[in-house]
Each structure stands twice: as structure tokens, then as C-alpha cells.
């Protein structure tokens, strides 16, 4: 004979398993919060700002001609 299960308990079970994966997609989908996502576009804004400040010629990045 099978085994016996409580329907409530497996509906209850199943939709709990619907909705981690639902969650689990809209984390994969949606990714970052705002705060952290403006948070890294500071910190590539100051790198870059970081950067040009060590540029020869202002406002040009420096080439990778290197023929010489």
C-alpha cells in the first residue's frame, strides 16, 4: 500500500516551493539593490576621475600606439 500524506500539508509544500523559485528567479532577474547599484557607479565615477587625474594630455586617454 502507499504511503499516506496529509493534502493539506502537500499543497501547502507545494506551493511553498513555487514561490522560492519564483523568488530565486526575481533575485537572478532583478539582481542588486539601488543603494548597491549607485554605490559601484560611485566608486567607477571616483576611479575613472582617479584616473584622468593622471593623464599627460587633459581629457584624452592615453593611446596604446606603441610602435616605437
Known sequence: ???VINLNKYRKYRAR???ESTAAENRRK???S???KEAERARADKAMRMLEQHWLLKGTPPSDDNDS
Open 30 to 32: 532583478h539582481g542588486r
Open 1 to 3: 500500500m502507499g504511503e
Open 34 to 36: 539601488k543603494a548597491d
Open 17 to 19: 516551493v513555487a514561490a
